[in-house]
């Protein structure tokens, strides 16, 4: 690196922030920082087979990240947008020239539900899926486990923890509400299959949980030895607490170039940005090329020219229902549920393809920079997407 070569620094190492740091590695005049609190890229989308022991979830940065980005183990403490320099946890202050905002999203059991925080497991970070593993390891099969929140994730883990001979209650207001009724009910009927048991409506809300029990809204007491939390999401507070436009949630607020609304020299990608405040369905699905997108906008301004107003389609949401089974629930581009989908094996299969596929376009990407394509997603500007960070 040369005292004339611009800085940017990209902030998190998952999905988005990888291929937006590979994609500006189609410059080579460029040096580029990727700030992550751990060593390794986490496959998000299969922490839950991670919490039963049937993958690590885990892909060193030698394999999808470009040889020539340079990888700090570090976490960011604050943003200061006037100087362009990051305050690190460690103490350090880190320069930048651009700065690529990709810090994710995260999960944790709410303060506001008595012994949730002390009690209940969340699934939806690497350290939470590792705590959830060495808790089930003490577990006896028999005993009876509470999966609270059934979006994707939620339906993920009661399948797998199911499939693993575990007793399982799944407790919902509603059982995957961003899919369609045929999409809902090929999920439903492989839960039952597994022997899921199924709470659903207003009265299965959890209002307390205990070391061995939650509380449902009705007053139900269910005998939980293991209550696993997947009920919403959230994201981390950095751009709020520096100063930046935020969502009610969060999300750092871009235009449609991903850029921030308070300075052209920083830009977000994946889940914890909101475009035009229309954020996208929490997923790698979108955070892919959204990190893509966001590369491009730094890439243009670079070189002195316009960055293009780019949206990102959505085509499917892919459920694995356990190894042997899965649901594939066909959108439309902005998101809407279609009533179609591929259920059964088939579906696994291509769930399963979809896991390995995203780890190759990550590779993919690092080897040449520039070589993965998005197709361009319908205008965002007429209706706004619904926001459904709670139904990954």
Known sequence: MTETQPRIVVIGGGYAGVMAANR??????????????????????????MAVGNHDAVVPYERVLNAGVRVLVDSVARIDAATRSLALSSGAVLAYDYLVYAAGSTGAAPASVPGAAEFAYPISEWEQADALRNRLADVALPAPIVVVGAGLTGIEAAAE???????????????????????????????????????????????????????????????????VWSAGFGVPALAATSGLTTDGMGRLITDETYTSVDDDHIVGAGDAAAPSRQPYRMSCQASLP?????????????AGEEPAHRSVPMTAQCISLGRRAGTVAL?????????????????????????RWTVKWMAGEAGEPGSYRSLSGPSREAEPLAETAGTR
Do not use: W
């Open 331 to 355: 959108q439309r581009k902005d998101d809407t549920p279609l009533p179609l989908y591929i259920g059964g094996r088939a579906g696994a299969v291509i769930k399963e393809q979809v896991c």
């Open 161 to 227: 923890l199911a499939e693993a001979s575990r007793p399982v209650t799944l407790v919902s207001t509603q059982i995957g509400p961003s899919l369609s009724r045929p999409g809902r009910r090929s999920v439903t009927t492989r839960l039952r299959r597994l022997g899921v048991a199924m709470l659903d409506g207003t009265a299965a809300s959890v209002v307390a949980v205990g070391p061995d029990h939650v509380v449902l809204a009705n007053g139900r007491r269910l005998a939980s030895a293991v209550t």
């Open 24 to 49: 500006l590695m189609s410059r080579d005049d460029l040096a580029v920082t990727l700030v992550n609190p751990r060593p390794r890229f986490v496959e998000r989308i299969r922490l839950h087979q």
């Open 290 to 302: 959204m990190g893509v997108l966001a590369a491009d906008t730094v890439l243009a301004r670079l």
